[in-house]
């Protein structure tokens, strides 16, 4: 394994009350904060802007003076040691093509962004760097993975502990060890950051169930005592309901009932709960994309003013330059898709605990591979076969594999079959 790191720990998706929410954008916060500052400086229409801005370094040398230090002290986590991240031998140069940051929402109340806190929250985020398609996988917080604490100390266990084991290290480590990934960078958001986010953009419009209505309202009393904010109970639902910052993060914590995508897809239990946080993401996105510079200003208010001393609502190991950087990526985002991890598992009890179990570590790990970078037949590393040769003796959980690929090998099987009959 190549060196660096921090320790993983489990993240799952199936139970619990805490304010989750989600870790939202890594990537939409990071716009947010150097779009304001364009905005407010320069009054050029959005792509003139990108390309007037991407070539100019005068630009860019100004931005560095106004506003580059206010970004370190209150956003960027300085402290963030990028040559600790572990990641393991032999991956695919295919990799190469694409940009992952993962995304943590964490259950802290005040400034415990380093560790200390769960990330309910972990979403992989992945730009292609040739389409400028964005893809994002959801890692069920419950799921059962090999954490490796500061100390050293392995365990198997829910990969939402990695966060409070050891920080961003410790679950960016985790993420790269148990699923053959390069991330380096992240963005962690808790309960207040998403709220104020989403108010600054003007809030979200959802098509809300009567059930997910009854869930928004009885979450919102908790959401309320957590972030000291207020918002009203939701009178109505149906088509395109509008939720407001602590509203929408009511919503995204709803696990008891089904989420129902736009594209008709069904998603129960923690796999809603993820489905609608990417969902809200994406309409966050697209909100960002098409935002006036009145919004925009809000928005870099909220993170560059609201991160204090005493509290934190977001940060990330960025540099204030690779935000700059990404910013005509953001622009250009074109969302590809959306799906939890592990698209095959188990959900039995492990020393007390309900566990999220992939049905086949090594398959699954393929699978996010031919999601991720469409890659086909991915051969995991040497790592996460150890890895998952160990959770299928611990747990007793086979490999499953998906209805398509059982189909195809059927398939397969009886084409071998009808050729050595013919011979």
């Known amino acids: 394994m190549k060196t660096s790191g921090k320790k993983k720990t489990g993240k799952k998706t199936v139970p619990t009350w805490k304010k ?45 003076k106004t506003t580059k230090t206010d970004y370190e002290e209150k956003v960027q986590d300085m402290d963030y040691d990028k040559d600790k991240v572990v990641i393991n031998d032999g991956l695919s140069e295919n990799m190469e093509t694409y940009r992952n940051i993962a995304l ?28 400028k398609e964005v893809r994002m996988a959801s890692i069920y917080r419950d799921t059962m993975l090999k954490v490796v604490d500061e100390d050293g100390d392995v365990s198997y266990t829910k990969c939402n502990s990695a966060f409070f084991k050891g920080g961003p290290e410790c679950a960016i480590n985790m993420l790269n060890t148990n699923l053959d990934l390069d991330i380096t960078d992240y963005v962690v958001v808790n309960f207040n950051g998403l709220a104020n986010i989403i108010d600054a953009l003007g809030g979200i419009d959802v098509n809300l169930t009567l059930d997910e209505q009854f869930y928004v309202n009885g979450y919102l009393t908790e959401t309320r005592l957590i972030t000291g904010m207020d918002a ?37 239990n923690d796999m809603g709960r993820t489905a609608r946080q990417r969902s809200v993401i994406k309409k966050l996105v697209d909100k960002a994309k098409t935002a006036g510079a009145s919004q925009m200003i809000s928005v870099a208010q909220t ?19 690779e935000v700059l950087d990404l910013i005509p990526y ?40 031919e999601y991720l970078f469409d890659e086909k037949g991915y051969e995991p590393s040497y790592t996460v076969e150890q890895v998952s040769d160990y959770l299928e003796t611990y747990t007793g959980v086979p490999t499953v594999k998906l209805a398509e690929d059982r189909e195809k090998e059927k398939n397969d099987y009886s084409g071998y079959s009808s050729d050595e009959e013919e011979e």
């Open 303 to 321: 993170i560059f003013n609201y991160n204090t001393e005493d509290e934190k609502v977001i940060g990330t190991s960025l540099s204030f330059n």
């Open 232 to 268: 009203p109970d939701l009178l109505t639902y149906g088509e395109n309901t509008h939720l407001s910052g602590l509203q929408a993060t009511a919503y995204c914590r709803i696990r008891y009932v089904a989420f129902y995508d736009d594209d008709g897809t069904v998603y129960n």
């Open 330 to 369: 953001m622009l250009q985002f074109s969302l590809s898709g959306s799906e939890g991890f592990p698209f095959t598992c188990d959900t039995p009890t492990i020393n007390g605990a309900s566990m999220v179990v992939a049905e086949g570590l090594s398959y699954n790990v393929t699978k996010l591979h």
């Open 104 to 131: 943590f929402g964490i259950d802290s109340r005040g400034s415990e962004f380093d560790d200390g806190a769960h990330s309910d929250t972990i979403i992989v985020l992945s730009i292609n760097n040739k389409t």
């Open 20 to 64: 989750l929410v989600l870790a939202l954008e890594s990537i939409v916060v990071v716009i947010y904060v150097a779009m304001t500052v364009l905005f407010v400086w320069f009054k050029h229409d959005r792509n003139g802007f990108i390309t007037y801005f991407s070539a100019n370094p005068i630009v860019r040398m100004y931005l560095n």
